[in-house]
């Protein structure tokens, strides 16, 4: 069983587009965040959500908006397409019980993303 | 603030030989440490972390960590490597006391073993 799915895996798209990244987890967690990897394999933290609440909203162009329809999902919208959001983009969740020593994030597979 | 360096982007090691992948971490408060490795195309697979107890934590596929505070570091070991173990290693921490759960990872290395 997957325990965070993303969709699609490849994207390929033209300059000026909007495309929807989707992310799904079955963990039961309450925290999802999404990661971009950029071409020298740098991870860096975009959002975060717990409990359908927006906890982190690093710098990041507003053409990206995230999306958390509940607990078990956090979609990525992203609007007019640039050469520079050629990425992976990564969806991960934990269980952030306070006092636990859970903590650990799991990821996706990733989403790969090539604007042309 | 919180980060990760990794001071090495590549290591190489002959199978069977042990395996080194340094780390070390700056935090305000206390760390929670943790090693992922990704294979090539794949995702961040969990490792082993450090939240709190022993220093030295063992975790999946035969790796181990140690947790030392004086140093602040957090070196990813493995007694003796595999070719499969072949694959790009990240270190990352958390302050425990911020509230925002944001992992600091860093900037990753690749580890090559040769048969």
């Known amino acids: 069983d997957t325990a965070v799915s993303q969709t699609p895996k490849y994207l390929v798209t033209q300059m000026g587009n909007d495309k929807s990244i989707k992310c799904e987890q079955n963990l039961g967690h309450d925290t999802m965040y999404w990661y971009k990897q950029d071409s020298k394999k740098f991870l860096k933290i975009m959002f975060s959500y717990n409990n359908k609440e927006l906890i982190i909203n690093e710098t990041v162009p507003n053409r990206f908006s995230p999306k958390s329809p509940d607990k078990a999902h956090l979609n990525l919208h992203i609007n007019s397409l640039e050469l520079g959001d050629s990425a992976v983009y990564f969806c991960?969740?934990?269980?952030?019980?306070?006092?636990?020593?859970?903590?650990?994030?799991?990821f996706g597979p990733g989403t790969r993303l090539l604007v042309l | 603030a919180q980060s990760v360096a990794q001071p090495e982007d590549q290591v190489n090691v002959a199978e069977g030989n042990p395996l080194t992948v340094k780390c070390t971490y700056s935090?305000?408060?206390?760390?929670?440490l943790f090693w992922y490795v990704q294979y090539p195309n794949r995702g961040l697979q969990f490792l082993l972390k450090y939240i709190t107890g022993d220093n030295l934590v063992k975790g999946s596929y035969g790796f181990e960590a140690e947790f030392n505070k004086s140093q602040t570091s957090f070196h990813l070991k493995k007694p003796s490597a595999l070719v499969s173990d072949s694959a790009l290693y990240f270190c990352a921490v958390r302050d425990m006391y911020s509230n925002d759960y944001k992992l600091s990872f860093g900037a990753g290395t690749t580890v090559t073993v040769r048969a």
């Open positions: 991960a969740s934990s269980q952030q019980t306070s006092g636990s020593r859970k903590e650990t994030q799991y």
């Open positions: 935090v305000s408060g206390n760390p929670y």
